[in-house]
């Protein structure tokens, strides 16, 4: 296993409501990534957080935001929820600074919202 | 142009079989490649870089060209384990920095 940890599991929302996903990353690990993954596509980047900062960002609204705390660990919120949000959210964790650019997946958030 | 295509297959082969996935990119100045697999409901797992020289593991061997911005993946033996999804992900800029994924091939090995 990684080590990569994300809670809740599974998350049933209705349209409008505010959803917060947890994501802890694999001792050492410095970085999260956090990707979508609609039914039947690749995982696409939403954004990665470096040290407490967001370190990029990819074609999301500004209803996705993040966070990151000193132990590393991360939430992605998302406001206003609409269907399309519907997807599994994924958070990967890697080390930057030492040469590491692999990114451990954790088991990923399934989320519904209807 | 998408960033990275895939057939989505799925292929469907009995065991023993070789197989063989084939993935292009767009960024001709990306950086790092992989193939990763994803099994049914789960998060994807890395399955090995990709290298211009070729990289070999076991039964699979991946394979870069730069030139024509296409990466293979070849499995041999095929097992029945070996169904999943087969991602294709660039890292255009190298680093630890996002990664783009394929949409996948999807791989059923049958008995």
């Known amino acids: 296993e990684t080590g990569v940890t994300q809670s809740p599991t599974h998350l049933i929302k209705t349209r409008g409501q505010q959803v917060t996903l947890r994501c802890s990353s694999q001792?050492?690990?410095?970085?999260v990534s956090w990707y979508q993954q609609a039914l039947g596509q690749g995982p696409q980047f939403i954004f990665q957080y470096y040290r407490e900062e967001e370190n990029g960002r990819g074609n999301f609204p500004p209803r996705f935001s993040g966070l990151q705390f000193p132990n590393y660990s991360s939430e992605l919120n998302v406001n206003a929820l609409e269907l399309d949000d519907s997807a599994l959210y994924l958070c990967?964790?890697?080390?930057?600074?030492?040469?590491?650019?692999?990114?451990?997946f954790g088991p990923g958030t399934r989320l519904l919202v209807l | 142009r998408k960033e990275v295509e895939q057939d989505p297959g799925p292929f469907n082969v009995p065991e023993g079989a070789t197989v063989a996935f084939n993935c292009t990119y767009s960024?001709?100045?990306?950086?790092?490649f992989f193939w990763y697999r994803q099994d049914c409901r789960k998060e994807p797992k890395l399955l090995m870089s990709v290298y211009s020289s070729g990289n070999e593991d076991g039964r699979f061997t991946a394979q870069l060209n730069r030139a024509s911005q296409y990466i293979s993946l070849l499995i041999r033996d095929s097992k029945l384990s070996d169904s999943a999804t087969y991602l294709c992900v660039v890292n255009p800029q190298g680093g630890n920095t996002p990664l783009v994924f394929g949409k996948g091939t999807r791989l059923s090995v049958i008995a």
């Open positions: 990967a964790s890697s080390l930057t600074g030492q040469g590491g650019e692999t990114q451990y």
């Open positions: 001792s050492g690990h410095n970085t």
């Open positions: 960024n001709s100045a990306s950086q790092s």
